[in-house]
């Protein structure tokens, strides 16, 4: 029985490259500006065309 958000995540995903401040949870805003900050332009569209 899900009461609680965190019942839903059963293997949390690891984020420390992105060097983000530990807490329970992010903004999709902080975790795409962390994103586009730390990895290449060249890598990020590389990686769009493969959708």
Known sequence: MVEKASDLIK???VLEFLGLEE????SENDLETA?????????????????
């Open 11 to 13: 293997d949390p995903v």
């Open 35 to 51: 994103i586009i900050d730390r990895f290449p332009t060249g890598t990020i569209r590389t990686t769009a065309a493969f959708r």
């Open 23 to 26: 807490k329970l949870s992010h």
